[in-house]
């Protein structure tokens, strides 16, 4: 069974120097956070932002190649966790045969964004344990740990 999630934003995790993307259930208070990297994260941000770059970047261009092939993305699934790495299918149809793109989470969700398809998640891997180890986190943050801003 699948549930629905939505983006509910970007954090930056100091300590590992990585990103958190942040889903929440569109109909619930299931969160599931995400680790990511810079670039993964500033696609997200330029789609969530909408904002137009001048030249494609790499999710712009696998959304031009999916609208030029005349094919269709159905919705994005985050399918499992194994060993604390997370997987996705990119759901592909002609009309006549499904095809299904196996790709990082992170990446899925920008061409989710992108071509404003459902981002979907399997509820077996939506557990208590992915909220609490984001409430931990934050729970965990201290003011070194955001550095020198000035």
Same mark, same amino acid.
């Given at each position: 069974m699948f549930l629905e999630m939505k983006v509910e934003g970007l954090l930056f995790d100091p300590k590992s120097n990585m990103y958190i993307l942040i889903l929440k259930e569109t109909e619930g208070a299931g969160t599931l956070p995400i680790w990511i990297g810079k670039p993964e994260a500033d696609s997200i /941000?330029? /789609?969530l932002g909408k904002v137009a770059t001048p030249r494609p970047l790499t999710h712009d261009l696998i959304k031009n190649l999916i609208d030029g092939l005349?094919?269709? /993305? %159905?919705?994005?699934?985050? %399918?499992e966790i194994v060993d604390n790495t997370y997987y996705a299918l990119i759901y592909l149809t002609d009309g006549h045969r499904d095809t299904l793109v196996d790709s990082r989470p992170s990446d899925a969700v920008s061409? /989710?964004?992108r071509l404003n398809i459902p981002i979907l998640v399997e509820k077996t891997i939506l557990s208590a344990k992915a909220?609490?180890?984001?409430?931990?986190?934050?729970?965990?943050?201290?003011?070194?740990?955001?550095?020198?801003?000035?």
């Open positions: /941000a330029l /789609a005349k094919v269709k /993305a %159905t919705k994005v699934v985050i %399918t061409v /989710a964004l909220g609490d180890e984001l409430d931990d986190w934050l729970k965990n943050l201290k003011p070194e740990d955001f550095g020198n801003i000035m």
